[in-house]
T-cell receptor
Framework: AQSVTQPDIHITVSEGASLELRCNYS??????LFWYVQSPGQGLQLLLK??????LVQGIKGFEAEFKRSQSSFNLRKPSVHWSDAAEYFC?????????FGKGTMLLVSP | NAGVTQTPKFRVLKTGQSMTLLCAQD?????MYWYRQDPGMGLRLIHY???????AKGEVPDGYNVSRLKKQNFLLGLESAAPSQTSVYFC??????????????FGQGTRLTVV
């Protein structure tokens, strides 16, 4: 069965600073990987996804993620964080029929 | 374009009461899911469906039942609610694509409190 680990429960970043959120996955075959964002009281919105090909994936809102098979990782990055990026971020892996999520990382943005 | 719609958005139940949460999608997706979200636990899969008339258990199915009588609807039932079922419930749907390389679309959630 697939699994996802997000090691950081909370991260605080200063506005304008760079961001990296970590995600490690476990899956026996070629993984299909996703990052979602959830603003308070809202549903989940897709930021980006990786299926195959280029290991650096671009998403919405200036986010990108890099797939590293050797490290079983799919870390999310953004060069300059805005206050509106404060939210909870979830990494997910697609299995045979299901979509498995990590426990999430809460991003706090300080002025 | 409605996407995935969940009804109701909020509900308070007394222990032992029953209720049904409705999820409706207008994207003709085959796969539908019910998740629960609890602080520090992420989203955990309750039940899912790979097509009309099918259902399967997820990670935390106990205390819940589901039905998918129509392709566009996926119902989640609580027969006898317990305080441990206090949570935010999310429905999602996705197309099958090529070996499920498709994103899931989520509803806005149902906040359920069991007292």
């Amino acid at each position: 069965a697939q699994s996802v680990t997000q090691p950081d429960i909370h991260i605080t970043v200063s506005e304008g600073a760079s961001l990296e959120l970590r995600c490690n996955y476990s899956y026996g075959a070629t993984p299909y990987l996703f990052w979602y964002v959830q603003s308070p009281g809202q549903g989940l919105q897709l930021l980006l996804k990786y299926f195959s090909g280029d290991t650096l994936v671009q998403g919405i809102k200036g986010f990108e993620a890099e797939f590293k098979r050797s490290q079983s990782s799919f870390n999310l990055r953004k060069p300059s964080v805005h206050w509106s990026d404060a939210a909870e971020y979830f990494c997910a892996v697609s299995g045979y029929s299901t979509l498995t999520f990590g426990k999430g990382t809460m991003l706090l943005v300080s002025p | 374009n409605a996407g995935v719609t969940q009804t109701p958005k909020f509900r308070v139940l007394k222990t032992g009461q029953s209720m049904t949460l409705l999820c409706a999608q207008d994207m003709n997706h085959e796969y539908m899911y019910w998740y629960r979200q609890d602080p520090g636990m992420g989203l955990r899969l309750i039940h899912y469906s790979v097509g009309e008339g099918t259902t399967a258990k997820g990670e935390v199915p106990d205390g819940y039942n589901v039905s998918r009588l129509k392709k566009q609807n996926f119902l989640l039932g609580l027969e006898s609610a317990a305080p441990s079922q206090t949570s935010v419930y999310f429905c999602a749907s996705r197309d099958t694509g090529e070996r499920l390389n498709t994103e899931a679309f989520f509803g806005q959630g149902t906040r359920l409190t069991v007292v």
